[in-house]
């Protein structure tokens, strides 16, 4: 039964298309020898024959010739009458050849034997899918959702090697379920009490720098260039793209016809709001690409601080800040300036700014106020009470009296 064991491990280990074939035959010499050497203290008088493709083994002993009363190690010295009755011409001196049976070993050594060979292929598969992800860092790979749990989600690939998709790694609408197919970029590679950590990512950048590559040759081809990408994922991503190509719209080729090209970015993001943007040296000119749909009147820019002040149109501020301060924020990251917005007010216009009511009004709560754009009386007025309680989150009685305290101004 140990043979069949041990033969059945072999096989396992033949079959393994992941190990070179000099890696095989050097791994199962030595663990052949290995057994030798327990067995009959030296490996050195053994050769060892592996046939791979049938998927089984021969050891040979080679001793040699010597009188019946001169024998000091049967292992490495057969007696002459031992050698005749394997073939009658041999003498003296000559160097006798017969094979060692597996059974010869005993039952504990066929066992260790098997156990090493086992260790030997789970570590070589380990070191296997660990040399095979480390260099695929970056790249997207798609595997089967094989079990889903709380706080991550395990995945088959195709040659059923599991890798980890955690929570945090998920976009958050994202619901898949057993057997969905998933697709991720593979995000970090670790040891973990030696067993290869495969961590996949659908949150991160890279993953939707790769989409862009599937999707748009021009970018696969090194025609385009993305320069720089920043998402809430699940949320907005805005990505800047160079052309390097002046007959090629860098912009356009990237959402394709009728955002043909983005769309199955978009779908594969859980309908991410993704914006495309011309990138350019200007950082003026970057900025104001980059708080599209805002239309900017002007831009101060403060290079040491790396600040810029935006002045726009009262109606277009809300744009420029988006949704919960996303369009703002992302704008922000992408150009790598802190961006204030300002409304711009017409000359004839009389106004007071918000700091002349730090007397009446506390603070914080002035700065609420200008962290959603508005910074003087009537920036705050041109809201609606609803609008100004929904952005700032301030009580309801906090904005009256707010409102009270600016409309007694101008009154």
């Avoid at 060692?100 to 086992?118: H, S, T």
């Avoid at 395990?154 to 980890?164: A, F, H, S, W």
């Amino acid at each position: 039964m140990d043979t069949i064991n041990l033969i059945d491990t072999f096989s396992e280990f033949k079959d393994l298309k992941n190990i070179d074939r000099v890696t095989m035959m050097s791994v199962l010499e030595d663990v052949f020898r290995n057994v030798l050497q327990k067995s009959y203290g030296t490996d050195e008088n053994f050769d060892i024959i592996i046939n791979i493709d049938k998927g089984d083994f021969e050891i040979w002993r080679n001793r040699e010739v010597v009188e019946d009363d001169a024998i000091e190690d049967p292992n490495t010295q057969i007696t002459l009458t031992e050698a005749k009755k394997i073939d009658n011409d041999y003498e003296v001196g000559e160097e006798v050849t017969d094979e060692v049976k597996l059974q010869d070993f005993g039952r504990r050594a066929i066992l260790n034997l098997r156990q090493n060979l086992a260790s030997r292929i789970l570590e070589l598969e380990k070191d296997h899918i660990y040399g095979k992800y480390k260099g695929k860092i970056g790249d997207i790979v798609t595997g089967e959702v094989y079990q889903v749990w709380k706080k991550e989600i395990l995945v088959l690939d195709d040659e059923g090697n599991e890798l980890i998709l955690p929570k945090t790694e998920q976009i958050p609408s994202d619901y898949f379920r057993k057997g969905d197919n998933l697709r991720a970029v593979v995000y970090k590679v670790e040891l973990r009490n030696n067993n290869p950590l495969i961590i996949l990512s659908r949150t991160s950048p890279v993953f939707l720098e790769r989409l862009f590559e599937l999707e748009v040759p021009e970018i696969f081809d090194g025609l385009i260039t993305i320069k720089k990408i920043v998402r809430v994922p699940g949320e907005r991503a805005k990505v800047a793209v160079e052309s390097y190509d002046e007959r090629i719209d860098p912009v356009g080729a990237c959402v394709g016809m009728k955002g043909s090209r983005i769309h199955g970015i978009v779908r594969e993001l859980r309908n991410e709001n993704i914006d495309v943007i011309n990138y350019s040296a200007n950082v003026q000119l970057f900025i104001q690409r980059a708080l599209n749909p805002a239309k900017i009147s002007s831009i101060k820019l403060h290079e040491d601080s790396k600040r810029a002040d935006v002045y726009l149109k009262p109606d277009e501020v809300s744009l420029a800040i988006g949704k919960g301060g996303l369009n703002i924020r992302l704008a922000s990251q992408l150009t790598g300036y802190e961006i204030d917005v300002y409304r711009e007010m017409e000359a004839d216009e009389e106004d007071v700014n918000l700091d002349e009511f730090a007397d009446e009004i506390e603070g914080w709560i002035l700065d609420l106020l200008k962290s959603i754009g508005c910074d003087t009386a009537k920036n705050v007025l041109s809201l609606s009470r609803a609008d100004l309680i929904k952005r700032t989150d301030l009580e309801e009685e906090t904005i009256d009296h707010v409102l009270k305290i600016l409309r007694a101004e101008f009154e």
